[in-house]
């Protein structure tokens, strides 16, 4: 760090990415993208006319887009506000829900950008811990008075809060936000988008990273009612108005209107990840009931991060975490049946040799 770093950035925690190698050809299962292009659709959206047009600046309000995400879960333009990325949607809800006297809280299992984002804005973190079982207890946060931050399904463990317990802590306190991180919802879970007409203390966060294979377009979205866009939006024109870059606005209106693709997508990993979960557990590994596009597994013959290394030097990444209650865990990604098998035949072999 130099000598200019000003005290507060000395403080941040900031986030690891999973590795994104460009030296060697991996089967890449570490960063929960999915095994499919874009939709065909996508592809033709960007059209050379549209790349000639990036002299201009793009669209501030997303029009396109918002309207195309609107459509597709039938609300209104002015209940969404889409970002550079859901980690830049949750970047604004945190700047505009969270402050001084008013902290965040989250589990001590969930996903890692929560505690940077809460550095971040020097916010007062108060972390959860999930049950034994890596469930998690809404009645632990009932009396949090500030605004509470629910992955659903949750990272890395892939399982899921029941929508009830959401509604409870909704009605619980009716002045706290309640945000619930939906980046995994597509592959098995009730969405709460349903909810948002009825609270108004309710932002739903999603991605087009996983299910819509767009992690590299960077596109997320909040749902909403218009007064929480609002303040989303504020943070928003304080921060980057033009957050979404033309080639990515054609990309994710194109990915909402193919519903076709996407379900065919979302059902061939819900298949895969049910017959990986499968010869996992025939392999005696121990696998969270995962409702996500990523199995949580661990295995009583081989160490999480033993199992990680051995599992590159094979030509195979999946993410391995050094933290406490989850050291024995690998996170691996369901990709496609050919990806699938190719790792259950390397952890076959694995441990035979052990
Ligand atoms: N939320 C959760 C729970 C995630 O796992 C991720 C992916 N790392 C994100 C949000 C961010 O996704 P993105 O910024 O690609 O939309």
């Keep these: 760090m130099s000598r200019f770093l000003s005290r507060e950035a000395g403080r941040l925690a900031p986030y690891t990415p999973g590795e994104q190698p460009t030296d060697a050809q991996y089967i890449k299962l570490n960063t929960n993208e999915s095994p499919f292009p874009p939709s065909p659709k996508v592809v033709k959206a960007i059209s050379r006319a549209e790349l000639l047009k990036l002299d201009l600046y793009p669209d501030p309000t997303c029009g396109t887009l918002h309207r195309a995400i609107a459509a597709y879960y039938g609300l209104k ?66 009396d949090f008075p500030g605004t509470i931050v629910i992955a659903n399904p949750n990272a890395p463990t892939g399982m899921t809060v029941p929508r009830t317990d959401i509604q409870r802590l ?50 997320g979205f909040a749902l909403g009612q218009p007064e929480l866009i609002a303040d989303l939006n504020r ?37 895969t990840r049910a017959w990986t979960a499968g010869e996992l557990e025939n392999l005696g590994f121990t696998v969270l009931p995962s409702q996500s596009n990523f199995l949580f597994a661990k295995s009583d013959r081989i160490g999480g991060e033993e199992l990680y290394r051995t599992l590159k030097k094979n030509g195979i990444l999946v993410r391995w975490f050094d933290s406490d209650r989850i050291r024995d865990y690998v996170r691996i990604t369901v990709g496609s049946m050919e990806q699938m098998e190719a790792l259950i035949d390397a952890l076959t072999a694995l441990l035979e040799a052990l």
């Design 77 to 142: 333009p002015e209940n969404v506000l889409a970002a550079n990325g859901s980690d830049e949607v949750l970047a604004f809800a945190f700047r505009a829900f969270c402050g001084e006297g008013k902290g965040v809280a989250y589990a001590d299992i969930t996903y890692g950008f929560y505690k940077s984002q809460a550095a971040l804005f020097g916010l007062n973190a108060t972390v959860i811990p999930l049950r034994e079982d890596f469930t998690l207890n809404v009645d632990d946060y009932m």
């Design 170 to 219: 909704l009605e619980a306190n009716p002045n706290r936000v309640v945000i619930v991180d939906e980046a995994y919802v597509d592959f098995g879970t009730e969405s709460c988008v349903p909810m948002i007409f009825r609270y108004d203390n309710l932002l739903v966060v999603q991605t087009m990273s996983k299910s819509r294979s767009l992690a590299g377009g960077r596109l």
């Design 235 to 271: 943070v928003k024109y304080s921060f980057n108005p033009y957050n979404i870059n033309r080639l990515s606005m054609e990309a994710g209106a194109a990915a909402m209107a193919d519903k076709a693709y996407f379900d065919a997508c979302c059902a061939s990993i819900c298949r």
